[in-house]
C-alpha cells in the first residue's frame, strides 16, 4: 500500500534558526514498472517551505534493465527531467539521490546509482510524451523562490520491451533536510552565499546586446537575507555592474534568487572570463566565474550589387520543401531587369553538432515551379561562427527578377529532423543584372522513351529560356533528324504536342521512327531561336533503336497479332526462328498469340529478358496448335518471362503467345487456365479451365514493346497442325481413337478438344479416320 509521510529533519537543523523549513517528504508506493508504460506517483506537499532555497529528490528503484528508465519530477511551477536512458544493461537505481550541488551527473554514472548525482535535464530524450506543466527547468534549483505546497508527481517511463521493475521508494529533502531513510549522505549545506552564472546570448556580436544572469544560492545557519550580486566588468569598460532580482532585468521573477542585468558589447572581439559576488545582509559573500563570453566581430556587410535585402537569426532548416523551413521574401521586383549573378553574404552558427556548414543552402524559386540552388560555405568542420563576404552565384540562364517568388532556407542533408542544423545570425543578398544583350538558352532536351524500336513513334522535347535585353519573343525549337531518315522536325509549345502547359516555353512533338531503321544509338541536335534573330547554341539527345527481331508484328505480319488460335498470326518462312517482335496495344488490353513451329523440343527456349528489345512486364503462353494449354511464367528474370522444354516433349506447330503482368488466358466458361500464382517457375496448365483451349483473355496491363527470343523454334511450316493426343495422356494410340469416337458419338470431352480433327466443319467419322490415319505416321489433314 502507498505510503506519504513527512520526515523530521535532521536534528542539527531542527535546533537552528530557520530550521523549521527544512523537511523530508516521502512516498511508498511499490508500483509496478511495466514495459513502455508510465508509472506516476503524487506527494502532495502540505505545510512545507514557504520559500525553496534547495530541493534534492531521492529514488529506490529496482529494475533489470536501467537504460530503460526515463525519469521526470514534475513540480508545482515546472519539471525537470532526472534521467533518461542511464545506466545500460545495469541494474536497479537504490539509493540514488539526485542534487545540483553533487559533483557527478547521472549521465556519467554507472548501476546501481548508489549516491548522490546531477539531474540529467534534457527533456528531449523522454519517451513518454509530454503531459508536463509550467516551465521545463535545466536543474532542480528551478524551483527555489517558489513554495513547496502543492502537488510533486515523479513520472517514469519504461522505453522499451523485456525488463520491468519497482518504484520502491521516493522523497524529496526540502531546504537543506536530510532524509534518514538514505544512508548517503547530501553535501553540506552552503554556510556562504553562492551563485551561478550564465549568458542570456553567447557569443554575442560587438555592439549586440545579451544579459548577465547569476541564480543566487542564500546560506543557511542563519539564512542568508538581503541578497546581492556584483559583476567585475571592467574588462569590457563597464566597470561593476550590480544585478537585480526584480522581474525587469532579465532575471524571470521577481524575488526568485535570479539576479540580471542587460549589457551591451562595445569591447574588442575576443573571449572574456568575469567574475561576480554574492553577498547577503549577514555579511557572507563568494566569488565565482561566469562561463566565457565570446564577443564576435560584426557579421559581414551586404556585398556590393543591386537592391540588398538583410535578415537577421534565420534558421536552416530541414530538407527542401519542408514545412518548418524559412521562405524569404526578397522583394527584387524590378520591372524587366534580369538578374545574372547573385552575392551572399552573412555569418552562420551551428546548431546541432555533426552538421556541416556545405549542408545549409539557399533555393531561389520562379514563378515557373523551377528552382537554383546556392550552396555559399564548402566547409565540413565548424570552428565557431562561419562568416562569407561576397560568395557569387551565377544564374545557368539570367532571369528576370520578377520571376523569383521567393529564397527558401534548406539542409541538403537533414542531421536534426523537425530541429534547425544552423542559423544565419546575418544573411544579405545582392544581385548583378544584366547589362548586355543575350541569346536564348536550351536548357534541356530529350527523346522518350530513350530505348525504342523501328516503326514506332518517340517523343521530341526540349526547354528554351529567353533571352534578354531585349526579352525574346517568338521562340522557336526543332530537331534535325535527319540521322534516323527524318529532316527538320519542328516543335511546339501550343499544350497538344505533348508538351505540356502553353506557353510554360516546353516544346514538343513525336516522331516516326521509319520501319527499316538499323539498330544502334543514334545523336540528334535541338536548335532554338527567337523572333530577335538570336540562336540558342544547339544541345544533343540520344535515343538507342534496338535492331528489329527476325519476325516483326507490324512488319512482316502486316497487323496486330490475334488473340486467339483461329486469329494467330503465322510466322511463315523457312529455317530456324531466333526471335519475334511486336508491341502489346490498346492501352495494355491486348494480348498477341503467333504460330511457330518447334524443331527442336530438347532445346527449346523463349524469353523476353535476353536483350533491350522488352520494354514492359510481360507473360509468356505457350499452347497447342488447336488452343490447349502447354506451358506458362509470369515473372522469371525481374518481370520477364522465359519458358523452356520443360512440358514439350514432341515437334510440331505450337501458338507462343505474350501478354502484359495482368492479361490472362480464360477458356469458353471464363475460367483460368492458369491460376495466378507462383508468378516464377515454368507451370503447365493448373487453373479451372486446366484442360480447355485458350477462348479469350481477362484483365488490363500496360502497353509497351517486347521481344522474344527463341531457341529450338522454326518458322510455322504451313498448314493447320494437329495434335494426335486426343485423350493427352502423352502418347498418341488406339486410346485417342477410342476417346474421339466416343466424344463423337455424344459422350462426355473431357479434355475440351475440338472434335472437327479433319477441318472440315463436321465431327464425324471423317475425322475419327484422319485421326487413325495421323497416329499411323500420315500427314495432318
Known amino acids: 500500500m502507498k505510503k506519504t509521510s513527512m520526515l523530521a529533519a535532521l536534528a542539527g537543523l531542527a535546533m537552528a534558526a530557520g530550521a523549521a523549513s527544512a523537511q523530508v517528504y516521502s512516498s511508498s508506493p511499490f508500483a509496478q514498472i511495466s514495459d513502455l508504460t508510465t508509472t506516476t506517483d503524487t506527494i502532495n506537499v502540505s505545510g512545507g517551505p514557504s520559500n525553496v532555497t534547495d530541493v534534492n529528490v531521492i529514488v529506490q528503484?529496482?529494475?533489470?534493465?536501467?537504460?530503460?528508465?526515463?525519469?521526470?519530477?514534475?513540480?508545482?511551477?515546472?519539471?525537470v527531467t532526472l534521467s533518461t536512458d542511464n545506466g545500460g544493461s545495469g541494474d536497479n537505481m537504490f539509493t540514488t539521490r539526485f542534487d545540483d550541488a553533487a559533483t557527478t551527473s547521472i549521465t556519467s554514472g554507472t548501476a546501481p546509482f548508489d549516491g548522490n548525482y546531477r539531474p540529467e535535464t534534457t527533456f528531449n530524450n523522454y519517451g513518454g510524451g509530454n503531459p508536463f506543466t509550467g516551465t521545463a527547468y535545466g536543474a532542480l534549483s528551478g524551483f527555489n523562490g517558489g513554495a513547496a505546497d502543492g502537488a510533486w508527481t515523479l513520472y517514469i517511463y519504461d522505453d522499451a520491451g523485456g525488463d520491468v521493475g519497482t518504484l520502491q521508494y521516493w522523497s524529496m529533502e526540502f531546504n537543506y533536510a536530510a532524509d534518514p531513510n538514505d544512508p548517503n549522505s547530501p553535501p553540506p549545506p552552503p554556510s556562504v552565499p553562492s551563485g551561478l552564472g550564465s549568458y542570456t546570448i553567447n557569443p554575442v556580436p560587438m555592439g549586440g546586446t545579451s544579459a548577465f544572469r547569476v541564480t543566487a544560492t542564500p546560506a543557511i545557519n542563519p539564512d542568508s537575507t538581503g541578497l546581492g550580486v556584483t559583476v567585475d566588468a571592467s574588462a569590457l569598460g563597464l566597470g561593476t555592474v550590480t544585478l537585480l532580482d526584480d522581474g525587469v532585468n532579465d532575471d524571470g521573477i521577481a524575488g526568485n534568487n535570479v539576479f540580471g542585468a542587460n549589457f551591451v558589447a562595445n569591447a574588442s572581439a575576443g573571449d572574456y572570463v568575469l567574475a561576480f559576488t554574492v553577498t547577503d545582509a549577514q555579511s557572507r559573500s563568494s566569488t565565482g566565474n561566469f562561463p566565457s563570453l565570446t564577443i564576435q566581430p560584426p557579421p559581414p556587410a551586404c556585398p556590393e550589387g543591386l537592391h540588398p535585402v538583410s535578415f537577421a537569426n534565420v534558421i536552416s532548416f530541414d530538407g527542401a520543401g519542408a514545412a518548418g523551413n524559412t521562405f524569404l521574401d526578397l522583394g527584387w521586383n524590378t520591372p524587366n531587369e534580369f538578374i545574372q549573378t547573385?552575392?551572399?553574404?552573412?555569418?552562420?552558427?551551428?546548431?546541432?553538432?555533426?552538421?556541416?556548414?556545405?549542408?545549409?543552402?539557399?533555393?531561389?524559386?520562379?514563378?515557373?515551379?523551377?528552382?537554383?540552388?546556392?550552396?555559399?560555405?564548402?566547409?565540413?568542420?565548424?570552428?565557431?561562427?562561419?562568416?562569407?563576404?561576397?560568395y557569387a552565384y551565377t544564374l545557368p540562364v539570367a532571369r528576370l527578377a520578377t520571376d523569383i517568388v521567393n529564397a527558401e532556407l534548406f539542409e541538403s542533408f537533414n542531421d536534426a529532423v523537425?530541429?534547425?542544423?544552423?542559423?544565419?545570425?546575418?544573411?544579405?543578398?545582392?544581385?548583378?543584372?544584366?547589362?548586355?544583350?543575350?541569346d536564348p538558352v536550351l536548357q534541356a532536351a530529350s527523346i522518350a522513351p530513350g530505348t525504342s524500336f523501328p516503326d514506332v513513334d518517340v517523343q521530341f522535347s526540349a526547354t528554351v529560356a529567353p533571352g534578354a535585353n531585349p526579352i525574346s519573343t517568338g521562340l522557336t525549337a526543332s530537331v534535325d533528324a535527319s540521322p534516323l531518315g527524318g529532316g527538320t522536325v519542328t516543335l511546339f509549345d501550343d499544350g497538344i504536342h505533348d508538351d505540356g502547359i502553353a506557353g510554360n516555353r516546353v516544346f514538343g512533338n513525336s516522331f516516326h521512327i521509319p520501319a527499316g531503321t538499323a539498330g544502334g544509338t543514334y545523336t540528334l541536335s535541338f536548335s532554338a531561336g527567337d523572333a530577335q534573330g538570336r540562336s540558342a547554341a544547339s544541345i544533343t539527345a540520344s535515343v538507342t533503336i534496338n535492331a528489329p527481331a527476325q519476325w516483326e508484328e507490324h512488319v512482316n505480319g502486316g497487323a496486330d497479332a490475334g488473340e486467339t488460335p483461329d486469329a494467330a498470326q503465322a510466322v511463315t518462312g523457312?529455317?530456324?526462328?531466333?526471335?519475334?517482335?511486336?508491341?502489346?496495344?490498346?492501352?495494355g488490353a491486348d494480348?498477341?498469340?503467333?504460330?511457330?513451329?518447334?524443331?527442336?523440343?530438347?532445346?527449346?527456349?523463349?524469353?523476353?529478358?535476353?536483350?533491350?528489345?522488352?520494354?514492359?512486364?510481360?507473360?509468356?503462353?505457350?499452347?497447342?496448335?488447336d488452343g490447349t494449354g502447354v506451358e506458362f511464367n509470369d515473372d522469371a528474370v525481374g518481370v520477364r518471362s522465359t519458358i523452356d522444354n520443360s512440358f514439350v516433349f514432341e515437334p510440331g506447330t505450337y501458338l507462343i503467345g505474350v501478354s502484359g503482368y495482368n492479361r490472362d488466358a480464360v477458356d469458353a466458361d471464363g475460367s483460368l487456365l492458369w491460376n495466378n500464382t507462383p508468378f516464377t517457375g515454368v507451370r503447365s496448365p493448373d487453373g479451372p479451365g486446366a484442360f480447355n483451349p485458350v477462348f479469350s483473355w481477362t484483365g488490363t496491363s500496360a502497353s509497351g514493346t517486347y521481344q522474344i527470343q527463341l531457341t529450338g523454334a522454326c518458322y510455322f511450316s504451313g498448314g493447320p497442325a494437329c495434335d494426335p493426343d486426343f485423350n493427352q495422356d502423352g502418347v498418341a494410340d488406339q486410346g485417342d481413337v477410342d476417346y474421339l469416337i466416343n466424344a463423337v458419338a455424344g459422350g462426355d470431352n473431357p479434355t475440351g478438344r475440338n472434335l472437327d480433327f479433319n477441318n472440315d466443319g463436321v465431327a464425324d467419322q471423317g475425322d475419327v479416320d484422319a485421326l487413325v490415319n495421323v497416329i499411323a505416321g500420315g500427314n495432318c489433314p
Open 342 to 390: 547573385v552575392h551572399v553574404s552573412g555569418r552562420l552558427t551551428q546548431n546541432v553538432a555533426g552538421t556541416f556548414a556545405s549542408e545549409a543552402r539557399i533555393r531561389l524559386h520562379y514563378t515557373d515551379g523551377t528552382f537554383n540552388d546556392i550552396q555559399a560555405f564548402t566547409n565540413t568542420t565548424w570552428t565557431g561562427p562561419l562568416d562569407q563576404y561576397d
Open 574 to 587: 523457312s529455317g530456324t526462328l531466333s526471335s519475334i517482335g511486336g508491341e502489346i496495344e490498346n492501352g
Open 418 to 438: 523537425g530541429a534547425p542544423d544552423a542559423t544565419w545570425n546575418a544573411l544579405c543578398l545582392t544581385y548583378d543584372a544584366l547589362t548586355q544583350p543575350s
Open 591 to 625: 494480348s498477341d498469340l503467333f504460330a511457330i513451329d518447334i524443331c527442336d523440343p530438347s532445346s527449346f527456349s523463349a524469353t523476353t529478358a535476353g536483350g533491350t528489345g522488352t520494354l514492359t512486364d510481360t507473360q509468356l503462353w505457350l499452347f497447342k496448335a
Open 61 to 79: 528503484i529496482t529494475h533489470t534493465w536501467d537504460a530503460d528508465i526515463d525519469m521526470v519530477l514534475q513540480g508545482p511551477s515546472g519539471y
